[in-house]
């Protein structure tokens, strides 16, 4: 119970508007900066939220990278993909793997092409690829059957020019279909196969360290890939919290869905299974983020923001699982989120591709998103009728794409006028090397428009100029005839 003010019964009342907080952080990002240039942090209370939803809400398309190989009667589709520097590696539906090299200027060529591993590559795709954290190893895992052998292979990263990845050895396990470095280290490998089951695997020698089997009655998610949590001293493997080093299994979360198994929270307490942000130190429900509903979560190197790719939802029954659910990280809806994984996991934007979405990675200086996306409208055309790799650039808005389309197609048809036989290419005007060339790209570009800009105002001064000596000359002939 409160005391209310004084207020007139027979005169019309209206409570005052709130006044904003002191100490907030302005919605306008150009106050902002202003307000940081004075000493105060991130221009204010929540002004580090309004930073990143400025960014990470806007995504711009660069490049598209198609596969145009045709073997038989199919395509040589995209399956993942994987950024590494100023290189994209792609995983393809026969077993290769694909190294893509972004140059300055257009085409990106192919300079790598490794052979399949595996005895029928056609049914072994590739559909995970992991970088390991000091960037000097790769893994590679494809699905098919569960009793394929040397579905997941190691890769050496080398400084060659022409041969980025050495094959260094195969993981001697069967049915892996997902696989992941430590955290901390490149010594560690953990594997998951389609039973759910991991393995710590020494990256080096490819022997099994410990092999972590669930208990009875585990929750035996359709998406299921075991991961570290960043100290490297904890597994999380279908719903079940282990410690490696003892094989033990700590608890068993309960289910609340089919697909998601988890993963760790980056304050290193937390771990989000779908929906639901459970606590480690006591295994309570802390919260309930509806967002995050049947999506996977990837972080990116900082850890600071989390992208997020909705599973396709499609009834499944355990006597009939449908063949695209065989990829373990795919497939997903048309759209990815953000979100602020340092403020509770505030939605930060949502953007959609149009096209169904089959992986998705990012550099490290989180410049560049790259995905593998469907052709067509349904999943199995990346198995059939093709899929591509697209580029986006992050904090450009797809507004922007559009007036430089608009700008090329113009230059094109004046180009037409005097060649007939000149065609456009969207592609081909758009370029990329690497994380610095995007940056200097767009203050070249910039430059160039301010000299036009000047030359423009240059001869509008000039004409000026001409107009005022010519009336000027026009009044001294009149004078003189008067």
């Known amino acids: 119970m409160s005391i209310v003010p004084k207020f007139s019964l027979f005169c019309e009342h209206k409570c ?12 306008n990002m150009v106050v902002r900066q202003h307000r ?4 105060i942090p991130y221009g204010g209370r929540s002004g580090r ?3 990143y939803k400025y960014i990470f809400s806007k995504f711009k398309p660069h490049y598209t990278l198609r596969g145009n190989t045709r073997t038989g009667e199919d395509w040589d589709n995209f399956t993942s993909c994987l950024m590494y520097g100023d290189k994209v590696i792609a995983g393809m539906n026969n077993g290769q793997i694909k190294v893509y090299k972004l140059t300055e200027y257009p085409p990106y060529n192919c300079i790598q092409t490794t052979q399949p591993t595996t005895e029928n590559p056609e049914c072994n795709p590739i559909t995970s690829l992991a970088l390991s954290q000091s960037g000097k190893m790769m893994v590679s895992a494809s699905t098919g059957d569960t009793q394929q052998q040397n579905s997941c292979v190691l890769w050496g990263i080398t400084d060659s020019k022409t041969d980025l990845l050495e094959h260094r050895h195969s993981i001697p ?8 470095f430590s955290n901390l280290s ?6 998951t196969n389609a039973e759910h089951k991991c393995s710590v695997v ?5 022997k099994t360290i410990h092999t972590l089997s669930n208990p009875p009655g585990s929750n035996s998610y359709y998406k299921n890939h075991a991961v570290f949590n960043f100290t490297d001293d904890l597994v999380l493997n279908d719903g079940v919290l282990w410690d490696y080093r003892s094989s033990t299994a700590i608890h068993k979360f309960d289910k609340f869905n089919n697909f998601v198994s988890g993963v760790f929270g980056p304050s290193g307490i937390e771990i989000i299974i779908n929906t639901e942000i459970w606590d480690i130190r006591t295994f309570k429900l802390l919260n309930t983020i509806n967002s995050l509903d049947n999506c996977l979560l990837k972080f990116n190197h900082s850890r600071d923001v989390m992208y997020g790719l909705s599973h396709v939802k499609q009834e499944i029954h355990d006597h009939e699982i449908s063949p695209s659910y065989k990829h373990v990280l795919g497939p997903f809806d048309s759209t990815f989120k953000t979100f602020d994984a340092g403020s509770g996991f505030s939605s930060l934007g949502t953007y959609d591709v149009g096209k169904q979405i089959v992986d998705l990675s990012f550099c490290r200086r989180d410049r560049i998103v790259v995905t593998v996306e469907s052709a067509n409208e349904e999943f199995t055309s990346v198995w059939t009728g093709g899929s591509v790799i697209r580029l986006y650039l992050v904090g450009r808005s797809k507004a922007e794409r559009d007036e430089d389309v608009d700008e090329e197609e113009d230059e094109d048809d004046d180009d037409e006028d005097d060649d007939s036989g000149d065609e456009f290419d969207e592609d081909d005007d758009h370029s990329i090397g690497s994380d610095e060339y995007v940056v200097r790209s767009s203050s070249i570009s910039n430059d160039e428009e301010e000299e036009e800009e000047d030359d423009a105002g240059g001869s509008q001064s000039s004409l000026n100029i001409s107009l005022m000596t010519s009336e000027s000359e026009e009044d001294d002939s009149q004078g003189r005839l008067v």
Not at 16 to 27: G, R, T, V
Not at 173 to 180: E, L, M, V
Not at 186 to 191: G, M, R, V
């Open 16 to 27: 005052p508007d709130p006044q904003p907080e002191l100490y907030e952080a302005p919605a």
């Open 36 to 39: 940081k240039m004075l000493g």
């Open 49 to 51: 939220y309004r930073d």
């Open 173 to 180: 396990q069967p049915g892996i279909n997902h696989a992941c």
């Open 186 to 191: 490149d010594d560690i490998l953990l594997c």
């Open 202 to 206: 020494d990256c080096y020698t490819g």
